[in-house]
């Protein structure tokens, strides 16, 4: 079948948490991305993103691996911003994610390096907040306290975390429900075909019911090992990435390709219709170079509604396998 352009207005949205916010199915990320390509490409990219329906854009705070930016730490809010402006996007109608990394704490607390995100990208609020795991010294209920004090400030309208694991996620909505403060509506942690087991630990579904909590699939081509191109040879992304993810991606590759063949499909598109088969996910988290690879990415929904349960089981095999 051929898959090769699609503009689809109609995205579906769905509910993330229960913050109020509604995010498309897929998700814009920047990490790596925009600082490392000509900033008319990446502009190519923001207005494909546009023209297909996404309305999720994922941004932070990453250092330089260039070597050329202006700043150490940051550059990659800049670029953002500018692009975000010059593909057009209208501010309301677009959730902007970001991350707080506490990297610099207790000298910056929240709102200072939510305060300085902000600037660099030249905006005055995000959609969503996304905290990372707590720094040694700072209790999860005194972190939950500062992110909720960027929610009600309005520098953020919802807060979430990114790979938390199950028993701190836990804490932190206890901690939100002791403060009466609003729980996280969203949870970004690594899903894809050979890793699940964060997800579909017994004790994250558990909190992630419990706190009506959407998921956020990210890492879903396993830095990219899925589409099958490392198979002859490591370059790009995953090249020196010695990870478990990375390694098991490079394995699994081959069953990927050969099933995808099989089905007259892309890899990359299988890899996708697994995250987006989990019932509680609210949106899949991507990275992308070129227009062209965005809409191969955005097309894998066709390819998800296209399945049947036997195809569907057959990717929850090759999952386990």
Same mark, same amino acid.
């Given at each position: 079948?051929?898959?090769?352009?699609?503009?689809?207005?109609? @995205?579906?949205?769905?509910?993330?948490?229960?913050?109020?916010?509604? +995010?498309?199915? #897929?998700?814009?990320?920047?990490?790596?991305? #925009?600082?490392?390509?000509?900033?008319?490409?990446?502009?190519?990219?923001?207005?494909?993103?546009?023209?297909?329906?996404?309305?999720?854009?994922?941004?932070?705070?990453?250092?330089?691996?260039?070597?050329?930016?202006?700043?150490?730490?940051?550059?990659?809010?800049?670029?953002?911003?500018? @692009? #975000?402006?010059?593909?057009?996007?209208?501010?309301?109608?677009?959730?902007?994610?970001?991350?707080?990394?506490?990297?610099?704490?207790?000298?910056?607390?929240?709102?200072?390096?939510?305060?300085?995100? &902000?600037?660099?990208?030249?905006?005055?609020? +995000?959609? @969503?907040?996304?905290?990372?795991?707590?720094?040694?010294?700072?209790?999860?209920?005194?972190?939950?306290?500062?992110?909720?004090?960027? %929610?009600?400030? !309005?520098?953020?309208?919802?807060?979430?975390?990114?790979?938390?694991?199950?028993?701190?996620?836990?804490?932190?909505?206890?901690?939100?429900?002791?403060?009466?403060?609003?729980?996280?509506?969203?949870?970004?942690?690594?899903?894809?075909?050979?890793?699940?087991?964060?997800?579909?630990?017994?004790?994250?579904?558990?909190?992630?019911?419990?706190?009506?909590? !959407?998921?956020?699939?990210?890492?879903?081509?396993?830095?990219?090992?899925?589409?099958?191109?490392?198979?002859?040879?490591?370059?790009?992304?995953?090249?020196?990435?010695?990870?478990?993810?990375?390694?098991?991606?490079?394995?699994?590759?081959?069953? %990927?390709?050969?099933?995808?063949?099989?089905?007259?499909?892309?890899?990359?598109?299988?890899?996708?219709?697994?995250?987006?088969?989990?019932?509680? &996910?609210?949106?899949? @988290?991507?990275?992308?170079?070129?227009?062209?690879?965005?809409?191969?990415?955005?097309?894998?929904?066709?390819?998800?509604?296209? &399945?049947?349960?036997?195809?569907?089981?057959?990717?929850?095999?090759?999952?386990?396998?």
């Amino acid at each position: 079948m051929s898959r090769s352009r699609v503009v689809n207005s109609a @995205l579906p949205h769905r509910p993330l948490g229960t913050s109020g916010l509604e +995010v498309s199915l #897929f998700a814009l990320g920047s990490w790596r991305t #925009f600082e490392r390509i000509p900033r008319d490409q990446g502009l190519a990219v923001m207005r494909a993103a546009r023209e297909a329906g996404i309305t999720f854009l994922d941004d932070a705070r990453y250092n330089d691996e260039t070597g050329t930016a202006p700043i150490p730490t940051g550059y990659s809010e800049v670029i953002f911003g500018e @692009l #975000f402006r010059g593909a057009g996007w209208v501010r309301d109608e677009v959730v902007v994610a970001n991350k707080l990394w506490w990297e610099f704490w207790p000298e910056q607390d929240a709102r200072g390096e939510l305060d300085g995100s &902000l600037g660099r990208m030249g905006l005055d609020h +995000v959609d @969503l907040i996304y905290t990372m795991l707590p720094p040694d010294g700072l209790p999860i209920a005194d972190l939950v306290a500062q992110v909720a004090a960027l %929610v009600s400030s !309005g520098r953020a309208r919802a807060w979430g975390i990114g790979n938390w694991p199950a028993a701190d996620l836990a804490e932190a909505v206890q901690a939100a429900r002791d403060l009466a403060v609003p729980l996280p509506a969203a949870a970004q942690l690594p899903y894809s075909l050979v890793r699940t087991d964060w997800v579909r630990d017994p004790a994250m579904e558990a909190v992630l019911a419990d706190g009506g909590i !959407g998921l956020v699939a990210s890492y879903v081509l396993a830095g990219g090992t899925l589409t099958g191109k490392y198979l002859q040879g490591e370059s790009g992304r995953a090249a020196g990435d010695d990870t478990p993810v990375i390694e098991a991606g490079r394995q699994r590759a081959a069953a %990927v390709v050969e099933l995808a063949a099989e089905w007259g499909v892309s890899p990359a598109s299988l890899a996708f219709c697994f995250a987006l088969s989990h019932p509680r &996910l609210a949106s899949v @988290l991507f990275g992308a170079t070129t227009p062209e690879q965005l809409r191969q990415n955005v097309n894998s929904l066709d390819v998800h509604r296209s &399945l049947d349960e036997a195809q569907k089981q057959r990717l929850e095999q090759l999952a386990a396998s």
